[in-house]
């Protein structure tokens, strides 16, 4: 069963950044937010995880309120590259990572 | 970075025949590895965990004897659909993650468009 919750879809202008939301209310002490994103017809592709603090990449940010039970991802400055499905999935530490559930995801449409 | 391979990236097959699609961990070696399975316009889902050494664990209403998974090596691991049906024409996705990388995320091939005709 999905454990997070997010829009079906999205649009965002090129060079703006995109915030993807995820809500994750019954998030447990012990899991970690994890976000992949499909691009169309190819394997998912890691893009950032945290516990409860910020987190940033070369690819994103991601920002976990305080309480845990939301998170958003950050695109910076979105190229029509990241037009892509979005998944946020919540589970356990490295080795409960293995077995990933993926929701419906977040479809970011990356506009000229 | 970590790198999983899989092959082939698309194939075509007769009703009633089988096919076997690869999937390898590049620069780490895998003791498990994972098989999803893609539907158009939906989600991934969790066919099998796939352990080197030692039978696959398939999840519910998954059948083991049409998804046969192989895991002979670390590098290695080998889906068969046995006597393919158009209803299994999907996208299959393999993944795996690197025991060695602490706190490492789970990395995916690139998928196999099954297309059975």
């Known amino acids: 069963d999905a454990k997070t919750t997010q829009p079906t879809s999205m649009d965002c202008a090129e060079g703006r950044a995109a915030n993807l939301p995820c809500n994750h209310s019954?998030?447990?002490?012990?899991?970690?937010v994890y976000w992949y994103r499909q691009i169309h017809s190819q394997g998912p592709q890691y893009i950032i995880h945290?516990?409860?603090n910020n987190e940033t990449n070369e690819m994103a940010s991601l920002i976990i309120t305080e309480d845990r039970k939301s998170s958003t991802l950050i695109l910076p400055h979105a190229t029509l590259r990241d037009t892509a499905v979005y998944y946020c999935i919540v589970s356990p530490g490295p080795t409960g990572a293995n077995n990933l559930f993926f929701g419906t995801g977040t479809r970011l449409t990356v506009i000229p | 970075g970590a790198v999983v391979s899989q092959h082939p990236s698309r194939v075509i097959c007769k009703s009633g025949t089988s096919v076997k699609i690869e999937c390898r961990s590049l620069?780490?070696?895998?003791?498990?590895m994972f098989w999803y399975r893609q539907f158009p316009k939906q989600s991934l889902m969790l066919m099998a965990t796939s352990n080197e050494g030692s039978k696959a664990t398939y999840e519910q209403g998954v059948e083991k004897d049409k998804f046969l998974i192989n895991h002979a090596s670390l590098t290695l691991s080998t889906l068969t659909v046995t006597s393919a049906h158009p209803e299994d024409s999907s996208f299959y996705i393999c993944s795996a993650s690197n025991p060695t990388t602490p706190w490492t995320a789970l990395h995916f091939g690139n998928g196999t468009r099954l297309t059975v005709t």
């Open positions: 620069d780490f070696q895998a003791t498990t």
């Open positions: 019954t998030i447990s002490g012990n899991e970690y």
């Open positions: 945290g516990l409860k």
